[in-house]
């Protein structure tokens, strides 16, 4: 049995609360308000991208490839907000953004989220959407998946921008914290409607707009 039967038999089995009209309504909602972001932010993304061009230190965004819808490899893209150094030895969970490997600029920038700007390309092109599970790499996926199989479930929805877990889990920097984001997930992906993602959503910008840590 292929990986894409495993994922289809797992829909049959009901684990995705959201019908088809719905996911329909949630990808139409993501073209329509990333395609705006773009436009609307143009020039936000245009003074951060001279900003870190002044700096003359690095690229001004980073690239890296994550695994997302029906476990397929993507792109994702932020701002650089860290040195090419931080994982000579390996991946980490969290690469901490202090003054060690990053300027003012970026820790401003990771502070306040705006280094994941970009990240509104990858919701046009449908790589993400605006809510669902944080796209993981595929080394820690597979350090998940040798202490259980559940993480499979996370491939039936599109990564996203924010989550529940994203404001209630924060930065998984232990692999203790993975398993109950992982858990968080499937939670949403078996409760998750229109109206729930609008109130992620909302409670996201209140938190970046009052400068919350999450």
């Known amino acids: 049995m292929t990986k894409g039967d ?3 038999m ?3 089995n009901g684990h995705d609360a959201m019908g088809k009209v719905q996911r329909c309504i949630k990808r139409g909602f993501d073209l329509v308000a990333a395609f705006a972001g773009i436009v609307v932010c143009s020039p936000v993304f245009l003074i951060i991208s001279l900003l870190i061009t002044y ?10 490839i994550r695994i997302g819808y029906k476990g397929r490899p993507f792109a994702i893209f932020k701002f650089r907000t860290m040195s090419s150094v931080v994982e000579e030895e ?18 401003f920038l990771r502070g306040h989220h705006l280094d994941e700007l970009p990240q509104l ?3 046009l092109r449908g790589d993400m959407s605006f809510v669902g599970p944080r796209p993981e790499r595929k080394f820690f996926i597979d350090k998940i998946m040798e202490q259980t199989d559940r993480y499979r479930l996370i491939y039936l929805m599109r990564p996203g921008l924010t989550s529940e877990a994203t404001l ?7 692999m203790e914290k993975m398993l109950r984001r992982m858990e968080m997930d499937i939670h949403y992906l078996e409760h998750r409607t229109l109206r729930l993602d609008l109130v992620i959503i909302g409670k996201t910008i ?3 707009a009052t400068g919350k840590k999450f």
């Open 6 to 8: 495993k994922l289809e």
């Open 90 to 107: 390996g991946p980490q969970l969290v690469a901490g953004c202090d003054e060690t490997n990053s300027t003012r600029l970026e820790q």
């Open 206 to 208: 209140l938190n970046i």
């Open 168 to 174: 209630y889990n924060g930065y998984t920097d232990t």
């Open 10 to 12: 797992i829909e049959d």
């Open 55 to 64: 700096q003359g230190n690095g690229p001004v965004f980073f690239r890296q």
């Open 121 to 123: 390309w990858n919701v």
